[in-house]
């Protein structure tokens, strides 16, 4: 069994498709694709226009004439040799996506993202893939579907999800015929989420469920 949330949610696809012989099932949480509009959306434009607030702390390191293309700016930033401006883009690059991850405030995931050694991490892993589209080819999750379409599977995603938008999980609901789609009606994005937690463990036990009905030759 798979189980991946956000970026977790596109290995899980990527692996899967690669070696659908090695996979019984699989629980995906916040559906991330790893599209262009995907990337756009929440890092040049879209969920900006949710959070103002939020996008002008985000953009800050970034002088203005360099903002129409930010993924590249703060990619700059991130591999240059100056550590300061490194940890600053940084620290803002987490803040944004701590600040965006739950439906209500939750300061103690905005200060997970933002401990100094683990937003260094993120910005420059994530800043990294996403400059180079993840690796994939655009729209390769959703057109190899064919490929793991039989295997059962769980998906979670809150219906106010900001970084991964619920577009993402209905498309791929839609070319999953057996798939099932829990829409969390009071969460965002986050895994610490009550109402997404909860329906992760649900959805463990549902499919340790399966796999234990399943005949010894299949299991």
């Known amino acids: ?13 990527a692996y899967a498709q690669t070696h659908p ?10 559906v991330f694709l790893a599209r262009q509009q995907e990337i756009d959306w929440f890092y040049q ?12 702390d985000y953009v800050a390191p970034i002088p203005v004439d360099e903002r129409n293309n930010i993924l590249a700016a703060f990619h ?3 591999t240059g040799a100056d550590q300061i401006a490194q940890m600053h883009a940084a ?15 939750n300061p103690q995931v905005v200060d997970r993202f933002t401990d100094p ?55 791929l609901h839609q070319n999953w015929p057996d798939s099932e789609l829990q829409i969390i009606r009071d969460a965002g994005h986050s895994a610490a989420e ?21 005949p010894p030759e299949e299991a």
């Open 21 to 30: 012989d090695r996979v019984h099932a699989l629980i995906l949480r916040g």
């Open 194 to 214: 009550t109402g997404i937690a909860d329906a992760l463990v649900r959805a463990a036990a549902q499919i340790a469920q399966n796999l234990l009905d399943l």
């Open 91 to 105: 620290k803002a690059w987490s803040t944004w996506e701590g600040r965006c991850a739950t439906l209500r405030p």
């Open 117 to 171: 050694h683990r937003a260094l991490s993120i910005a420059r892993i994530e800043c990294h893939y996403f400059m180079n589209k993840a690796f994939l080819e655009e729209n390769q999750l959703i057109r190899d579907m064919p490929k793991i379409a039989h295997l059962p599977a769980i998906i979670v995603h809150g219906r106010y999800d900001v970084i991964c938008p619920l577009d993402n999980a209905w498309e």
């Open 45 to 56: 434009a879209g969920a900006s226009r949710l959070f103002p607030d939020y996008w002008q």
């Open 1 to 13: 069994m798979l189980f991946g949330g956000s970026w977790g949610s596109t290995l899980a696809l």
């Open 76 to 78: 700059k930033r991130l």
